[in-house]
């Protein structure tokens, strides 16, 4: 179907389809890789593939060979380059198009089944911990489950499945405790599980002075949908990972609206 002529170009609905498309796509893939060494790769390699449109336009036949070649080979190395953001995108479109994170269709068929919510998790222990820890500068790993389910990271560390309170999450991250080292994870109301191994993010724009607890909590965030509190063991300073993003040097108050804001949506009637 014809929409408007431009020039000699018949432009049709499907064709404006097709290029919002593309810039839809292009733009999410720079929303990805923006502020990293690779957005300045992705817009040289743009660049170049523009300069390729054009003399192919203009019949320079030798010069669009080279850069076709340069092309085919730099689909390859834009592979190993981007292995890491490719990663992180597949990991969002199968975080996104998970039916059973889907928090809409969750309550439909709660309420069409006659079930009940997932208990709620109490925040108040939670931050009162990550309080103390602070101030007496211990380290500290937690993550708050929202949708995803963390039952293989659970199966990581030792089962505790207790109620939350602030004097088991300080023994259990007490530097004479067994299970301080890794991660608690928190469900459904509970305490489940203690000394978790977390996936470590391979982002290579994080600053040096964040250790190995802040590449966990941003590892994990960027895998499920889980809030990841990292209390900094050297400073005392508090961090949270949310959907593949670290929010350093928060305040206690910053803290609470954050968690409160992204695990406290409000419901749908």
Sequence with gaps: MLAFRLGFLDIGLLDLLDIGLVALLIYQIYNLVRGSVASRVFIGYLLVYLAYLVVKALGLNLMTTILEYFISVGALALIIIFQHEIRRFLLLIGKSTNLSNNRWLRRWLLRDFGATEEATTSLK?????????????????????????????????????????????????????????????????????????????????????????????????????????????????????????????????????????????????
């Design 125 to 269: 222990p939670i931050l009162e911990t990550c309080k103390t820890l602070g101030a007496e500068f211990s380290g500290g790993l937690l993550v708050l489950q929202k949708n995803d389910d963390l039952e293989k990271f659970a199966e990581s560390g030792e089962v505790i499945d207790a109620d939350i309170s602030k004097p088991l999450l300080l023994a259990i991250f007490s530097q004479y405790s067994p299970l301080h080292d890794g991660a608690v994870i928190i469900s459904e109301g509970r305490i489940r599980a203690a000394r978790c191994i977390l996936p470590v993010s391979e982002d290579d724009e994080l600053p040096p002075s964040l250790g190995f607890r802040h590449r966990a909590a941003l590892g994990m965030s960027e895998a499920t949908d889980a809030a990841v509190i990292a209390v900094s063991e050297e400073s005392g300073r508090l961090s949270l990972a949310l959907n593949g993003e670290l929010f350093t040097n928060l305040s206690q108050l910053e803290l609470e609206n954050r968690l409160e804001k992204y695990l406290r949506e409000p419901k749908s009637r």
